[in-house]
């Protein structure tokens, strides 16, 4: 490796292009006074990012307390998006950070494999006591990528151990977002994520998505129209027959691609067509799980209950990064049955239910339970919904899309540059304090589920105005 990195005098010469602007010039504090400590924009690859756009012109966060952010220059940011769909109980809550810490000062690290400590049980427990159904044993991860890949491992061995070692296609749908990792990329349908990388799975295929504006403009909830959309499924089993086919993995609601509301009675077709042909259903709980829909997960929400279930974000409040796939109990013993001393599942991560992780999780879990926070977010879904339909006819509102807490605004693209209005909006909300999440040309509002009333109409009140001022 020696070589590898440039000395000090020789990357302050490469990086004469890179933009002057320090972050230390953002945040008034002395800059670095040692060479090996270099404290500027540069090193850091910022994660789906124009990184030479955002580095000239940084927007930094350096503070957050419940509803808010407050940027490195002191400006105050309402937060419209729950960090990442994340942050479900608000930011910096006493309670987590203190769990942590105390984590942290009690074992910061127990070996997970062959080994593991109590609260990963504890933790367990709960969520098995939480998830519907019989969605009762869970794999801890550390995303919801890593999620999404554990579940598709999981149902890949589960048919091989069952016999059934021909299946081994997946079906994802267009505009599903699944992280970012190869199997993830591969049945998600986001077409910017993939097209740069090309080696996808084999023998993935997808559905269409469900997202329609001659039906379903405007809809309110679950549209009425589009559950025939699932009858493709029936079409992929019959071309590829349901032999080859592990599993079905969908968002129950998709978030990425701009909130897209499964219209009524498409769940359910898809899990009655799954039941017939063998095929495991893999709900990627990853954004609506914890509360998001005002029901502790989409699934309980929708009243359909798959077979695997992601989730990640909400389960730890953002804190730590935590994820973890739910498995009915039928999947879980299929594995039970070979010899004790056999490891069951060739999978795991080395940070597969950290401690810290897990203190956060269970501080978390209480928060919502104490604060009835998901019974909150759906007392909270009227008002919500009102207030975001109150945008219609607003300029280039084409769309405007609700359920729980959570919409979806969708603006008309401009011809030949499209998400640059959105991401103007983006900008202009910024600039009268509120941060919105922008995916294209679709605003995706998901705010922390302790909003209040009045949070709701300032977000769309400084939303309204930003749309005005946007041509
Ligand atoms: N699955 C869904 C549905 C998501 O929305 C996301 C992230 O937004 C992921 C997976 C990936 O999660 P992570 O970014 O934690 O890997």
Redesign the pocket.
Known sequence: MSGAKTSTADSSKNRDKSPKKTIAAQTQRAPSQSATARNDLEAYWVPFTPNRQFKAAPRLIAKAKDMHYEMTDGRKLLDGSAG??CVNAGHCRDEIADAIAAQAHEMDYATAFQMSHPKAFELASRLAGMAPGDLDHVFFTN??????ETALKIALAYHKIRGEGSRTRFIGRERG????NFG?ISVGGIVGNRKQFGNMLNGVDHLPHTHNLEHNAFSRGQPAWGAHLADALESLVTLHDASTIAAVIV?PMA??TGVLVPPQGYLEKLRAICDKHGILLIF?E??TGFGRLGASFAADYFGVIPDLM?M??GISNGAV?M?GVMVRKGVYDAFMNGPEGTIELFHGYTYSAHPLACAAALATLDIYERDNLFQRAADLSGPWEEAAHALRGLPNVIDIRNIGLVAGIELAPRPGAPGTRAFDVFLECQKRGLLIRVTGDIIALSPPLIVSQAQIEEIFGILAEALRSVA
């Open positions: 990442l769909w995303s919801g990528s890593e999620s999404v977002y699944h992280g970012v993830g968002e978030g990425s990627d990853v954004i992601t990640a974000k990064p994820g």
